[in-house]
């Protein structure tokens, strides 16, 4: 799926099953929120914390998928074009970093 049609897809959901979208502040609090569950399975899961028995069956793919719903969320409701952003982001990052981590010792 392209970026372009998650966000259609999502904004469809929103109109046919989410009434409305939640506000963008309330939306931030969601995001970190998930976030924090991502964290927990990374930290447990491939981190040094243990994991509980209640946390085997969290699902990291999920959880990542949870985020990338909230984010969509964000840029349709701030009018911003994920793939037209990712696109400018691909090309600041290849000016901008081309060398630096070819050149970063700690890489190697």
């Not at 699902?59 to 409701?77: F, K, S, Y």
């Not at 952003?85 to 600041?92: R, S, V």
């Not at 981590?101 to 700690?106: A, I, R, T, V, Y």
Request: hydrophobic content about 35%.
């Amino acid at each position: 799926m392209e970026l372009n049609q998650l966000q259609k897809k999502v904004d469809e959901w929103i109109q046919e099953y989410g009434v409305r979208y939640f506000s963008e502040l309330t939306n931030m609090t969601i995001l970190t929120e998930e976030v924090g569950e991502v964290a927990r399975i990374m930290a447990r899961r491939y981190g040094e914390q243990s994991e509980k028995p209640s946390d085997a069956d969290k699902d990291l793919a999920d959880e990542l998928a949870d985020v990338l719903w909230v984010l969509t969320c964000i840029a349709n409701q701030t009018g911003i074009d994920l793939e037209a952003a990712m696109i400018k982001n691909f090309e600041k990052k290849t000016v901008r970093d081309h060398q630096r981590h070819k050149k970063n010792e700690k890489l190697k």
